[in-house]
């Protein structure tokens, strides 16, 4: 069906960048309507981090507008976050979803990132 892995994670200092990929492995006969990076902190809800659609339309998280950029290929088979001038609250474990019309969800198992000093 469809596989989604996260890779790019890890410890960066405040004020720096880190890029995400996300790859997207799937069969023909699914075809990607939008994919996002969501993020899950300790003690809060998984929130939304970014998302784009198949057409490139794209919709960010209010925290994280003007600093992270959500971006993919032509065929959904790779999704990447750039996330500049990173803060200490940009800390949490990122997951990436593929979906499909018809209410088809595929998440991976996430990504750890860390920003501090």
């Known amino acids: 069906q469809v596989q989604v892995v996260e890779s790019g994670g890890g410890l960066v200092q405040p004020g720096g960048s880190l890029r995400l990929t996300c790859a997207v492995s799937?069969?023909?006969?699914?075809?990607?309507?939008?994919a996002g990076w969501f993020r899950e902190a300790p003690g809060k809800q998984r929130e939304l981090v970014a998302r784009i659609t198949a057409g490139g339309s794209t919709d960010y998280g209010e925290s994280v507008k003007g600093r992270f950029t959500i971006s993919r290929d032509h065929a959904f088979s790779t999704v990447y976050l750039q996330m500049d001038r990173l803060t200490p609250e940009d800390t949490a474990v990122y997951y990436c979803?593929?979906?499909?019309?018809?209410?088809?969800?595929?998440w991976g198992q996430g990504t750890q990132v860390t920003v501090s000093s």
């Open positions: 799937k069969s023909s006969r699914f075809v990607i309507s939008a």
């Open positions: 979803k593929a979906g499909a019309a018809g209410g088809y969800n595929w």
